[in-house]
T-cell receptor, first 112, second 115 residues
């Protein structure tokens, strides 16, 4: 059974700092990995999707990497802003590629 | 594009009552998912539809839970009878051609409280 772990559970940084969020998964036979953002009282917003054949994806200040063999992904946020404050979740899809297994998320607070 | 639309946003009901949650997926999306989110268990997939057909309902916790998708633009999740342990946020999500790893689009959820 796939398990997804995100460390740390919470992170507080000053504005402008570069930061890395970590995600690990136990079964490397994944189809893709997605990073989501969740604001309080809202649904999840897809940030980046990495196919299993890819190593990384970039969108603006965000860069996500994937190392299938070690079961790890990182989300790098450059020059953090208070508006980046949210919970960030990673999710992996397995052999039946529709079924996403989610981590419990990292609560990020960027202080002005 | 209005995104995935869920109603109601909040539902408070008494134990034993029937609860119906509603979802309108993004037009053109042929995959629809119902998830439940709690602090203890995080996000859990309840059921997945493809082209209006239930493909996997193994996540539905009990027979008290049922889901339907009568057409491509509407789905319901029903709990009958409801219990306090059903209290959670229920999300609907949709995507296109999930087999190609399309990103998932979530609604804002329905916060259910069963007293």
């Amino acid at each position: 059974k796939q398990e997804v772990t995100q460390i740390p559970a919470a992170l507080s940084v000053p504005e402008g700092e570069n930061l890395v969020l970590n995600c690990s998964f136990t079964d490397s036979a994944i189809y893709n990995l997605q990073w989501f953002r969740q604001d309080p009282g809202k649904g999840l917003t897809s940030l980046l999707l990495i196919q299993s054949s890819q190593r990384e994806q970039t969108s603006g200040r965000l860069n996500a990497s994937l190392d299938k063999s070690s079961g790890r992904s990182t989300l790098y946020i450059a020059a953090s802003q208070p508006g980046d404050s949210a919970t960030y979740l990673c999710a992996v899809s397995g052999g039946s590629n529709y079924k996403l297994t989610f981590g419990k998320g990292t609560l990020l607070t960027v202080n002005p | 594009d209005a995104g995935v639309i869920q109603s109601p946003r909040h539902e408070v009901t008494e134990m034993g009552q029937e609860v119906t949650l509603r979802c309108k997926p993004i037009s053109g999306h042929n995959s629809l998912f119902w998830y439940r989110q709690t602090m203890m268990r995080g996000l859990e997939l309840l059921i997945y539809f493809n082209n209006n057909v239930p493909i996997d309902d193994s996540g539905m916790p009990e027979d008290r839970f049922s889901a339907k998708m009568p057409n491509a633009s509407f789905s319901t999740l029903k709990i009958q009878p409801s219990e306090p342990r059903d209290s959670a946020v229920y999300f609907c999500a949709s995507s296109t051609r999930q087999g190609e790893g399309s990103p998932l689009h979530f609604g804002n959820g329905t916060r259910l409280t069963v007293t």
